[in-house]
């Protein structure tokens, strides 16, 4: 009985697979209703963001202006001079050092503006962005706007909402697609949260984040609008009935 050998060539080539290939066979993708109740956790836990961004814009406020160590602040209520008296001009100092070192340390991608920085982790990063972002991203504002940098929230709330929908979506390691959905819907409900307007926030994710509008992206971004508006008002206004307890206590001047 005759032996045919059998040839190496025979055998299962296996090929070198890269880290983007094995991180996209873990990949799942999920229906569009449990999509939306995604959306809606990340648009519930965006509003409450918002809502530790203002608490903490306004704690760095009363460090460097009163000297104070409180979260409540009201722009609209006269304060009146600063206890630092001229003093109080090296606030934005103080406070751009401290954001300097957080950044640079800590988050590096969470320097500049937000927007761009968010669109570039949709159309380069597949919508990945680092849940240390959002941290870093909401103390480095609260500090420069709070110690009286020229700077405002809507960069920052972006990039915060953005983070935190990123993050979530790569701890249950969703596909490529949803993850930038979530992203959006992220963006769009800070920008819902922080200027109460949902309809701008769906419009601005629609319009500058996603690479495609359909049912699948557009109930989600609409979803989490909602709710992190609805979640950002109801604090508001129990931060607004606390300044009126204030104020009529005399702990605040009118």
């Known amino acids: ?15 070198p697979v890269d880290s983007g290939t094995r991180a996209r066979d873990y990949e799942r993708r999920v229906n569009l209703l449990v999509l939306c109740g995604l959306a ?16 903490l814009i306004g704690f760095f406020h009363n460090v460097f202006y009163s000297g104070t160590f409180s979260i409540w602040y009201d722009a609209n209520l006269s304060e009146g001079p600063s206890r630092f008296g001229d003093w109080v001009f090296l606030s934005p100092v103080l406070g751009g050092l401290v954001v300097v070192f957080l950044v640079q ?13 968010v669109m570039d982790a949709v159309f380069y990063k597949r919508g990945n962005i680092r849940g240390q972002v959002a941290i870093i991203k909401s103390l480095a504002s609260a500090l420069s706007i709070g ?23 790569q701890a249950i390691k969703l596909s490529t697609g949803q993850k930038i959905t979530l992203l959006a819907a992220g963006a769009g409900a800070g920008i819902a949260a922080t200027f109460n307007t949902p309809l701008g926030g769906v419009l601005f994710a629609l319009e500058i984040l996603l690479p495609e509008v359909s ?18 008002r109801n604090g508001r206004c129990n931060d607004h009935r606390q300044n009126i307890d204030r104020t009529r206590s005399g702990l605040c001047r009118p």
């Open 40 to 55: 809606l956790i990340v648009g519930v836990v965006t509003g409450c963001g918002a809502v530790a961004l203002r608490a």
């Open 147 to 169: 110690s009286g940098a020229a700077v405002g929230r809507e960069g920052p709330i972006i990039q915060i909402g953005a983070a935190l929908g990123s993050a979530f979506s």
């Open 215 to 232: 049912n699948r992206t557009f109930l989600p971004v609409v979803i989490a609008t909602g709710a992190s508006s609805r979640r950002h």
């Open 105 to 117: 340390r800590f988050a590096p991608e969470a320097k500049g503006h937000g927007v761009p920085e």
């Open 1 to 15: 009985m005759s032996v045919v050998p059998v040839s190496s060539s025979s055998e299962p080539s296996i090929e």
